[in-house]
Each structure stands twice: as C-alpha cells, then as structure tokens.
C-alpha cells in the first residue's frame, strides 16, 4: 500500500489578512439597511414562483419596493451629506 502525502503547501495560507479591516466592516454596516430591505423583496417575489399572486402578495411586493427605494435614498443622502459637510467648513 502506498500513502499518498500532499507536496504542495496549502493554496491559501491563513494569515490575520484575511480578517475584513475596520473601514470594510464600517461600509458593510452602513449598507446593511438596503441589504436588509433587498432580502425583504426577495423574499416577498420568491412566494409568487409557486403560487399564483393576490392582493396581498402585491401589497407586500409593492411594501418592499417602497423599503428598497427608501433605504437607497438614506444611503445617498448619507453620503451626500458627508460630502458636502466636509466641503462647506
């Protein structure tokens, strides 16, 4: 019987690198409320592949669209702001 042993080192070696850095978790948090208001649609369209729509399922959908444009809106406004703060000093 022959062993078979692994030549190669491994593809990734681990590294504290690969950890996200402050500003990466910083950017994911400050896009969490349009992430989160994305699932809510995608949710509310991934009812309908299986059934046919009513009133309600357009209600919701039309409620999550709302929530996705709204938390676009913040986010631009967010930023925005942030740029035009730092310039009006």
Not at 44 to 50: C, E, H, K, N
């Amino acid at each position: 019987m022959e062993f078979i042993a692994a030549l190669q080192d491994r593809v990734t070696s681990w590294s504290d690198d690969l950890e996200p850095s402050d500003a990466e978790l910083n950017a994911i948090e400050a896009e969490m409320p349009i992430i989160t208001a994305e699932v809510e649609l995608l949710n509310a369209l991934i009812v309908l592949l299986d059934q046919p729509p009513t009133q309600i399922h357009s209600r919701r959908i039309r409620r999550a669209h709302r929530k996705v444009m709204a938390a676009h809106r913040e986010a631009a406004n967010r930023a925005a702001g942030a740029q035009v703060s730092g310039d009006a000093a």
